[in-house]
């Protein structure tokens, strides 16, 4: 069955650290993939996409490419804020599915 | 807008009490989720609705039932729940269900406290 690996947090980090966070998949077919953010008390946003290999999604400063060949969806800031601190969740949705695949989640702070 | 409201935002109940869960979206889509999270784990799928028609049940026990009104509203009555079911319960829609891109909008979620 399809699954999404990430890897063990908590992550802390100070403010303007480069940020990344693995994420590797294994799925049948072409999954779409996502990375969704979480803020303390909060529901799930989701942060970016891609649909297919070698697509990149960005938004907010942060960027994740789909890579097949490793499949991989790696995300990455070049200069995190405190206001970042949040748990991440990478996540894969499986062509014709309607269950999403998640992470564990990786807890992410950034201290000033 | 991609805006999914849930209400209550928390919810204090007995395990004898009979209370709803509300969930609404306003996006056009045409499936709607409900997740469960426990803390410092991913949310769980309990159930989903396509076109209003309940499509996937993960084996979530009885004293939880959905309900589908229309396209926007989706609702989740709770009733003789257990203590370990106190958690996150989030809501979440996306556009045409099963075509593997569309993603998943989620709501701010009800803090669900059985007492």
């Known amino acids: 069955g399809d699954s999404v690996t990430q890897m063990e947090g908590p992550v802390t980090l100070s403010e303007e650290a480069f940020l990344t966070i693995n994420c590797t998949y294994t799925?049948?077919?072409?999954?779409?993939l996502f990375w969704y953010v979480q803020y303390p008390g909060e529901g799930l946003q989701l942060l970016l996409k891609a649909t297919k290999a070698d697509d990149k999604g960005s938004n907010k400063g942060f960027e994740a490419t789909y890579r097949k060949e490793t499949t991989s969806f790696h995300l990455e800031k070049g200069s995190v804020q405190v206001s970042d601190s949040a748990v991440y969740f990478c996540?894969?949705?499986?062509?014709?599915?309607?269950?999403?695949?998640f992470g564990t989640g990786t807890r992410l702070t950034i201290i000033p | 807008d991609t805006e999914v409201t849930q209400t209550p935002k928390h919810l204090v109940m007995g395990m004898t009490n009979k209370k709803s869960l509300k969930c609404e979206q306003h996006?056009?889509?045409?499936?709607m989720y409900w997740y469960k999270q426990k803390a410092k784990k991913p949310p769980e799928l309990m159930f989903v609705?396509?076109?209003?028609?309940?499509?996937i049940n993960e084996s979530v026990p009885s004293r939880f039932s959905p309900e589908c009104p229309n396209s926007s509203l989706l609702n989740l009555h709770l009733h003789a729940l257990q203590p370990e079911d106190s958690a996150l319960y989030l809501c979440?829609?996306?556009?045409?269900?099963?075509?593997?891109?569309?993603?998943?909008?989620f709501g701010p979620g009800t803090r669900l406290t059985v007492t």
């Open positions: 996006m056009g889509h045409r499936a």
């Open positions: 609705y396509s076109y209003e028609k309940l499509s």
């Open positions: 996540a894969l949705l499986n062509f014709g599915n309607e269950k999403l695949t």
């Open positions: 799925a049948t077919g072409y999954p779409s």
């Open positions: 979440a829609s996306s556009q045409a269900p099963g075509t593997g891109t569309n993603e998943q909008y």
